[in-house]
């Protein structure tokens, strides 16, 4: 088979979980079978940095088709109005041709897939902007009536896509996410998280989360459920909010100047990719009180890095994190102050989840994801 993959995502500077799992994926998809590969992309902008990044990829036996000669945003903000056809632009030679990101556009020659990771802007349109929530609105229902086949990566992201986008069960498959065990793993050297420590100024034990900062992932009432660790614990660790600025994120400053905890938690800000899995490694835990992920890669990747993982009951999560972690209400301060007192006070308890979720997170890795999508894109023909 001829497949192509949308390879713009490949070109954000500040990596977070899609592009991650875009890359991973190519990395892995190339050794897969024989299919022959290749990677569609708009060079008219930044074209000298985008030709470096993808020679890495041609370097690992990728074919480069590159448009020179309009803009990708352009493009997505004309396709309406003027559908010029995609294979148009990159030809009619792929059976299959892959999108990332929640879109297809017209003219697609072969099959068009697409990704569709979750339905968050649905189920709960107040954690986005208005202008978000119609964009992603038009995009999703346009990629959903436009594609020949959509893939999420869990069932549960799959029931909701059924439940809100009104899809037939067999026009979308699942493929869960993969853990680099390369990267996330728990044999890091007490000298190289102590280093990554000093690089954002972390001195002592902390509780780590990492993530965007955004209202879904539920941050206001993780700094609450803090202020009660604090007052009911003696020698409380510090708290690390580790992540880039997401849209409203002065609520969660202004939380913590309301409370006055500002000595007691330190925001590093997006976090150089190679420090991702010594600070993770070297957290006492991981918290990660999200309200709706769609798959949620943070928490298997710090059980990887040996590091005990408490997180929400809701939406992806139990699937994800299944018996390796403790489970708790995202919306009970109560119940998230005292999973985080509990492992902290009891040693013994966080050694056992930390063996469990080692084990764990060895059922995920990006090479069964890209058997998987290969299994996917066989038997659409």
Known sequence: MKIAFDAQLLFEKQKT??????EHLLKHMIVEDDNEYSLNYFSLHHRKEKNQIISKYKNMGYQANACGWLHNVVYRRIWDKLPIPYSLIFGKQNQITQFFNYDVPPGVSGKAVTF???MVYKAFPETISKETYNMLDHNLS??????????????FSKKEIIKYMHIPESKISVMPCGVDHCVFRSNYSVEEVLKAKRKYGIQQDYILYLGTLEPRKNIETLIEAYAKLINESNNCPKLVIAGKKGWLYDRIFEKVHNLQLQDHIIFTGYVDT???PLLL??????????????????????????TPVITSNTASLPEVVG????????????EICDA????????????KIREIGILHSKNFSWKVSATKLAKIYSNLL
Request: with cysteine; aromatic share 10%.
């Open 281 to 306: 490694k070297g957290a006492m835990i991981f918290v990660f009180p999200s309200i709706y992920e769609g798959f949620g890669l943070p928490p298997l990747e710090a059980m990887a890095c040996g």
């Open 17 to 22: 979980g899609i592009g991650w799992t875009v």
């Open 142 to 155: 346009r990629a959903c009536d436009k594609a020949d086949h959509i893939i999420t990566i869990s069932e």
């Open 323 to 334: 018996d390796a972690g403790i489970l708790v209400n995202p919306y009970s301060v109560d």
């Open 340 to 351: 985080m007192k509990k492992a902290i006070n009891d040693e013994e308890l966080r050694n």
């Open 274 to 276: 190679e420090d991702v």
């Open 116 to 118: 569709i990771y979750d």
